[in-house]
């Protein structure tokens, strides 16, 4: 039964702390092939949509009465179905979610359809205060919509949130070092949007031998935005301080077609080897992974470009991982600040005179973004900033915030 083999799925990710994307990555292939499609958008929809389908069935419920977890998602999950897949009949939804309640915990199955048919008749929630309702309306806490229309507008907070829900497209890079564009164009399941970056619609993207080949890559079309932005040439030495799992040390590497140097660095062993898998797939002979903490590079050299992609609270990729929506918490949102200043810092230290160093996130607190390029610029008068951009995010992308800025004096000798 899929809906059944979803609810412990949705449980994993929910209490177990399961990644949504690794938990489908190893466990998807347990449904049938013709079930796959419906019960990865079950999945993800219910996780993009929780407070708000949970809001909805909880304003029926007696709030004395003890649910068990598993029967909350079950709830859940079934008013994702019923306001969210017009093709499905709500008494078909009603009818599999009491069946699966009574192999659960069977003395549910009765409130199960009671707290349905409820829904089934009013499926709307009452008057909220604006801020309130747009929370609810994304699944979105209330403390990080009132963040953001401090940090950015009313406006531009309902595009994000209405983006940070999305169902986004799978996207691709082309490899430029060994595949042309005739001949990603003969692939009919890919759509350009702008050359290396392509949408691919031709499913189970870990068994196309284009990428086993090391053809294509998976790549959001937002991210790759930092590495036009970051522009690496032919022959340079470019470091890529927070690499893993190396999307972006990829794709600098086709960038500059194999002919340059460029060290890929990350804090944990296990995320270094992720990018060693990708170097060989890709056969990039140019690229050296190793594990090393960034915030200490004592002994490395300089560098045409430095990267420093540091870990965020990462708010502009909450539609491609929904799960961070579950877990974050206001006490979290600054905890990187610290860390990311540290990173940053010690990537100026390796940055040639006239080299590039791009500072990038995605995630959309200008605390971990501007605040971070004012301070350093403050404290650094031997940087000046070329470029600055936020990438919100839309429909087809994440977002992502990033900033260039270019070393115009020498004065490495007090720095090494
Ligand atoms: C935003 S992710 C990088 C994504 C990567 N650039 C890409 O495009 O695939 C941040 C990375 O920083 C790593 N990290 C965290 N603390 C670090 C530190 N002190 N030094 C180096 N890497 C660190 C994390 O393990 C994580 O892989």
């Not at 998976?218 to 032919?234: N, T």
């Not at 804090?267 to 140019?286: F, K, M, S």
């Amino acid at each position: 039964m899929v809906r059944k083999w979803i609810l412990n799925a949705l449980y994993a990710v929910i209490f177990e702390h399961a990644y949504s994307n690794l938990y489908l990555k190893q466990n998807l292939h347990q449904v049938k092939e013709k079930d796959r499609k419906l019960a990865t958008q079950i999945f993800y929809g219910t996780l993009q949509n929780y407070r708000y389908c949970e809001a909805i069935w909880k304003q029926h419920a007696n709030t004395k009465q003890k649910v068990p977890l598993k029967i909350k998602i079950l709830l859940t999950m079934s008013v994702y179905q019923m306001l969210f897949l017009k093709k499905v009949p709500s008494y078909a939804i009603i009818d599999e979610a009491v069946e699966i309640a009574k192999q659960t915990k069977v003395h549910t199955a009765g409130f199960v359809n009671a707290i349905l048919r409820k829904v089934e008749k009013d499926p709307s929630l009452p008057e909220q205060d604006p801020q309130h309702s747009l929370a609810l309306r994304y699944s979105l806490p209330d403390w990080l919509i009132k963040m953001w229309i401090h940090q950015y507008g009313e406006q531009k907070t309902e595009e994000i949130a209405k983006a940070s829900n999305a169902s986004l497209p799978l996207s691709i890079r082309r490899n430029l070092i060994d595949t042309s564009e005739d001949e990603i164009r003969s692939l009919s399941v890919m759509e350009l949007l702008q050359d290396p970056i392509y949408l691919y619609s031709g499913g189970a993207i870990y068994e196309n031998p284009y990428y086993s080949q090391g053809k294509i890559s998976i790549q959001d079309a937002g991210a790759y935005e930092i590495v036009r932005f970051l522009d690496p040439q032919k022959e340079e030495r470019i470091l890529d301080t927070c690499a893993a799992p190396g999307t972006k040390t990829m794709a600098i590497a086709e960038r500059i077609e194999g002919i340059g140097e460029i060290t890929a660095l990350d804090l944990h062993a296990h995320r270094v080897q992720l990018i060693e898998n990708d170097i060989e797939r890709l056969h990039l002979h140019n690229v050296i992974a190793q594990q090393q903490d960034a915030s200490d590079l004592e002994g490395f050299g300089l560098y045409d470009r430095v990267l420093c992609d540091v870990p965020c609270s990462g708010y502009g990729t909450l539609s491609r991982k929904p799960d961070i929506k579950l877990e974050m918490k206001p006490e979290d949102m600054d905890s990187l600040i610290p860390l990311q200043y540290k990173i940053l810092e010690e990537g100026a230290k390796h940055v040639k005179y006239d080299g590039i160093l791009v500072y990038s996130t995605c995630t959309l607190n200008k605390k971990e973004n501007e605040k971070q390029i004012e301070r350093f610029l403050k404290a650094h008068n031997d940087f000046e900033k070329v470029d600055e951009k936020t990438l919100f995010p839309t429909s087809i992308h994440n977002g992502f915030y990033m900033a260039k800025l270019k070393r115009k004096e020498d004065v490495h000798e007090k720095h090494l």
